[in-house]
């Protein structure tokens, strides 16, 4: 692989929609979208708890997380990292089972993961570490905004926000890369080669079109010396 191609692969993973709302294919789960400015206050610690080895949260705080969960739609998370397990095990089954048997495998395996690790679990999961990041006057202001005109359209928007920013993120600094790259080849002769274009990868392309340069013509014959 040449540096420009892992460049190029790294631009596809980390600008991959994986913050869509509502993505063809089911994409790695998002992380909240909590980005207006309300301070947590922690209670006692600025380390979040383990969510597997948790207090007990007062039940009225309980609700107010779970209410916010919804505003913000990550009470879907269990649903979305559900979805995206499912699609890579069923990915990387693909090759080993014939469909037949991968359908079915498939309607086993989701039967079962719903039973072993339920969507609402990963929710039940998140609201002690909600508890421990947000006080509930902090949660009380969160609420007051995601049910704003404003904040409904910040959790439809800001997943699409975020993921052009990351994107025009990564482009811009794959460009600085591959010219910082190319700067120091005299440098170090051994990037030359790796830093070659790659058949197929638009260097081969006539510029602005898709198609390959036109071939320069023919010279023309030279003329036949007169007969004697």
Known sequence: MTVKTALITAALLFGSPLLAQTPPTPAAPKAPAHQPGVTAHSSDSTTLPDAANT?????????????????????????????YITKQVHDGLSQALQPDRLA???????????????????????????????????????????????????????????????RAGVQLEQK??????????????????????????GADKAPGTDRAPAPAPAPAPAPEAPAK
């Open 104 to 166: 079915k495998f498939m309607a086993d395996f989701s039967t079962k993961l719903g039973a072993a690790a339920p969507a609402s679990a990963v929710t039940d999961a998140v609201v002690p570490i909600y508890a421990k990041a947000f006080s509930m006057e902090d949660l009380q202001g969160l609420i007051q905004f995601y049910e704003s005109p404003l904040g409904q359209r910040v959790v439809k928007t800001l997943p699409e926000v975020a993921q052009s920013s990351q």
């Open 176 to 201: 600085g890369a591959l010219t910082v790259l190319q700067g120091m080849s005299n440098d170090y002769p051994e990037l030359k080669q790796m830093l070659q274009p790659e058949p197929g990868d």
């Open 55 to 83: 207090d007990k949260v007062d039940p009225a705080k309980d609700a107010a997380i779970r209410h916010l969960m919804d505003l913000t739609q990550t009470s879907k998370m269990g649903d979305e990292i559900n979805a």
